[in-house]
Structure formats: structure tokens, C-alpha cells
Nanobody
Framework: QLAESGGGLVQAGESLRLSCTAS????????MGWFRQAPGKERELIAA????????RYGDSVKGRFTVSRDNTKNTSFLRMNALKPEDTAVYYC????????????WGQGTQVTVSS
């Protein structure tokens, strides 16, 4: 199971850090992803980190502003969001997939991020 935290209401230009904590003892075997879904839009993958934490990738809309990381000793992944824009407003989800596989199989409940102009 995954549980996100850290969402909220901020003004444009401010920062937030989301956390995603996993239960169980196999966290290190899973890649972690961060998705978001804005009203009326499809869910999009915005950031991902491999099981080791050494390799990351980002969607074009957040590249240079968001940073994904993980602490395998704490079963937690983080999404640091800087220079937030109103268009970043969405429900943010973390997800996990077993290393080497293509399907994100485990999802958190989502956390709302609202950026005011």
C-alpha cells in the first residue's frame, strides 16, 4: 500500500514536497512514479525513479522544476515541486511497479495540490 502526503494550497512560485510511504519490506524492488490528473484531463506520468534511486525521468511539463527522489531506508519517495504554476493544480498520485515491468500496479489515494495565481 502507498500513502501520499504533503499536498495543499500554495501561491504561484512557491514550493511543496510530496511524500509517498510504502508498507512492506520490498520497497527497494519497485520503481516509483508520480502522476497527476487535472480536472477534465487524463492522468499523466510526471516523474519516475528507479529502485536504486540513481536514475530518474521527468515529463516535459515539470522538467527543471520538480525533483523525484527516494529513501529506501524509510520506504518513502519524494516529489519536490518548485516554482509552482496554476497549471500544476491537480490530484497527485504515487505509484509503484516491480523492477523491469511496464505496468504500475500499486497506487496511492492521491493528494490535492492547488496553486493560486
Amino acid at each position: 500500500q502507498l500513502a501520499e502526503s504533503g499536498g495543499g494550497l500554495v501561491q504561484a512560485g512557491e514550493s511543496l514536497r510530496l511524500s509517498c510511504t510504502a508498507s512492506g519490506r520490498t520497497f527497494i524492488l519497485y520503481a516509483m512514479g508520480w502522476f497527476r490528473q487535472a480536472p477534465g484531463k487524463e492522468r499523466e506520468l510526471i516523474a519516475a525513479v528507479d529502485p536504486s534511486g540513481r536514475n530518474t525521468r521527468y515529463g516535459d511539463s515539470v522538467k527543471g522544476r520538480f525533483t523525484v527522489s527516494r529513501d529506501n531506508t524509510k520506504n518513502t519517495s519524494f516529489l519536490r515541486m518548485n516554482a509552482l504554476k496554476p497549471e500544476d493544480t491537480a490530484v497527485y498520485y504515487c505509484a509503484a511497479k516491480f523492477r523491469g515491468e511496464d505496468v504500475w500496479t500499486t497506487w496511492g489515494q492521491g493528494t490535492q495540490v492547488t496553486v493560486s495565481s
